[in-house]
């Protein structure tokens, strides 16, 4: 029903940025709450931040100050800027989404996922 890539993920040094966007196809997200997610191996993935439709926001605590997801529902498209990086946050990360208003932290939650796409941070 909708597909999405990821994009942006890469190698930085602990303290650096990245960006991460999402791209959707096949249908608008417009109505979809949007949520980051990652996995580090050997780790369960877990929830990073998500967005409603609105554009209210939710994070996790390790992502609060550091991370800042936003949507742009014109282009179909959810970002994640990664700030701060530390080595800790190494992990494959993943967008998400679940036609549904309210945001959940919860991965079984969301029926569409992406491919993933790698962020390494070295110390």
């Known amino acids: 029903q909708v597909q999405l890539v990821e994009s942006g993920g890469g190698l930085v040094q602990a303290g650096g940025s990245l960006r991460l966007s999402c791209a959707a196809s096949?249908?608008?997200?417009?109505?979809?709450?949007m949520g980051w997610f990652r996995q580090a191996p050997g780790k369960e993935r877990e929830f990073v931040a998500g967005?409603?439709?609105?554009?209210?926001?939710s994070y996790a605590d390790s992502a609060k100050g550091r991370f800042t997801i936003s949507r742009d529902n014109a282009k179909n498209t959810v970002s994640l800027q990664l700030d701060s990086l530390k080595p800790e946050d190494t992990a494959v990360y993943y967008c998400?989404?679940?036609?549904?208003?309210?945001?959940?932290?919860?991965?079984?939650?969301?029926?569409?996922w992406g491919q993933g796409t790698q962020v390494t941070v070295s110390s």
């Open positions: 967005i409603t439709s609105r554009g209210t926001t």
């Open positions: 998400a989404g679940r036609n549904i208003v309210m945001i959940s932290t919860a991965s079984k939650r969301y029926d569409y």
């Open positions: 096949g249908r608008t997200l417009s109505t979809y709450v």
